[in-house]
């Protein structure tokens, strides 16, 4: 097992800029540490942030030469940056996690086949490796299914949800006009949940690890739109949630910060849909309601320092500011109006093109209890979508 600490003062590199590599850097510079963020868009919200700037492409070897010769250790945040990459530089430094955990992680197939082989609990799936299988795939599993891409899809892009026979030729047509050579599709049985939950674990590089509060999440055509915090689940799902989010870790020997997407089935059994090897949107509340936020901890596994006690300060709910949301805000509520509002914590990711879909930041309510949290974050979805 690696020990290697990295100390304050060095610079950490970072594999994608967004706004999950835009909290890591500032939870790392308030630790001391200085960042140097690759991530091909000259815009994304990590670079306004980096100590060391790199907007050029993941195949530029150039880059790939100033970045090595700055940094002491590499993490990502987020799943899709090229394995070969991550492998490339886990032979000139240290990556965490490492580029074998990625490569199991960024394939839903392999993921899954990981997960099955180790007895994991996950919906019933097949694989597709070509269209005009889709019909005698989707037998294998039932209907209704989704089909998913198996690299690259994300916030439920890259889904086909195949209802019952009659979608079967318009799924199959899509899949073929979308497909470059070698895609392969994972054909899953849509599971009946009563809820989403998810959890967050942090391993270190000492393979002592710590969980998050379970928490409760709401999503709309894929994305996530809400999470509660903690979720109001019995008492043994969420302790069943973090021994099996420990137990997946400690197979992956991940060191990192990692999220299971979970399914709550109507008896209380819980099924992984997904994990991901890094924070997650549904732990963004770390930042306002606990004692040390998910980007902290990124930081420390990253840096092999001894993870933070993990202390729930409040109860919390997160809501995503998506699309045009941000100047929804702005023009139906006013920003003096939010900031106003009762244990309202704004952030906004300073991305400069609105589009829809786009997550453009979130505000998380805090409450003296999770009613009073919820009450507020629903007057202010209410104000939205008026
Ligand atoms: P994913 O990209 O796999 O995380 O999926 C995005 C969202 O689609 C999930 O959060 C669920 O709301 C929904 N979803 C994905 N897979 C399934 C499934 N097998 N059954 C039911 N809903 C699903």
């Keep these: 097992m690696t020990r290697a600490v990295i100390d304050p003062g060095s610079v950490l590199g970072v594999l994608g800029g967004g706004q999950l590599g835009a909290m ?6 308030r630790l ?19 100590t060391y700037s790199f907007p050029g492409p993941f195949t530029d070897q150039q880059i790939l030469a100033r970045f090595v010769g700055l940094i002491s250790v590499v993490t990502y945040e987020w799943e899709n940056i090229p394995a070969e990459l991550c492998r490339a530089l886990e032979q000139r430094t240290l990556v965490r996690p490492s580029s074998a955990v990625l490569s199991v992680i960024q394939d839903r197939l392999e993921q899954k086949g990981f997960l099955a082989s180790h007895g994991f609990p996950i919906p019933p799936f097949a694989i597709l490796t070509a269209p005009d299988q889709l019909a005698a795939t989707v037998r294998q599993v039932g209907y209704p299914a989704l089909c998913k ?3 690259a ?3 439920g892009k890259g889904q086909w949800r195949i209802t019952r026979e009659s979608d079967v030729r318009e799924v199959e047509r899509a899949l073929s006009e979308s497909a470059r050579p070698g895609t392969r599709w994972i054909v899953e049985a849509v599971v009946p949940f009563e809820r989403e939950l998810s959890i967050l674990v942090v391993r270190g590089s000492d393979g ?14 894929g994305i996530l739109r809400t999470t509660k915090v903690p979720a109001q689940a019995a008492s043994g799902v969420a302790a069943g949630a973090a021994v099996l989010a420990r137990q997946v870790v400690d ?5 990192g910060v990692f999220c299971l997407e979970l399914f709550e089935l109507s008896g209380g059994e819980l099924l992984i849909n997904e994990v991901a090897p890094r924070p997650h949107n549904s732990g963004h509340y770390t ?3 606990c004692s040390v936020s998910q980007f902290e901890q990124q930081v420390r596994a990253t840096c092999g ?13 997160m809501v995503n500011l998506i699309g045009d949301e941000a100047t929804t805000l702005e023009k139906r509520l006013g920003r003096r109006t939010l900031l106003a509002m009762p244990g309202a914590v704004l952030h906004l990711y300073g991305k400069l093109a609105i589009r829809p879909r786009r997550k453009m930041g979130h505000v998380t309510f805090l409450g003296e209890t999770l009613g009073l949290a919820l009450d507020h974050a629903q007057q202010f979805r209410d104000s939205l979508a008026r």
Excluded: I
């Design 32 to 50: 001391g540490y200085r960042v140097a963020v690759w991530d091909p868009d000259p815009e994304a919200p990590a670079h306004r942030v980096a």
């Design 287 to 289: 930042l306002d309601a």
């Design 24 to 29: 890591f850097t500032l939870a790392a510079l």
């Design 149 to 151: 891409t198996a690299t």
């Design 208 to 221: 002592q690890s710590c969980a998050y509060p379970l928490v409760e999440n709401e999503h709309d055509e």
């Design 251 to 255: 197979r992956l020997e991940g060191v």
């Design 153 to 155: 899809g994300y916030d």
């Design 305 to 317: 320092m001894p993870l933070g006690e993990v202390r729930l300060l409040s109860p919390a709910v």
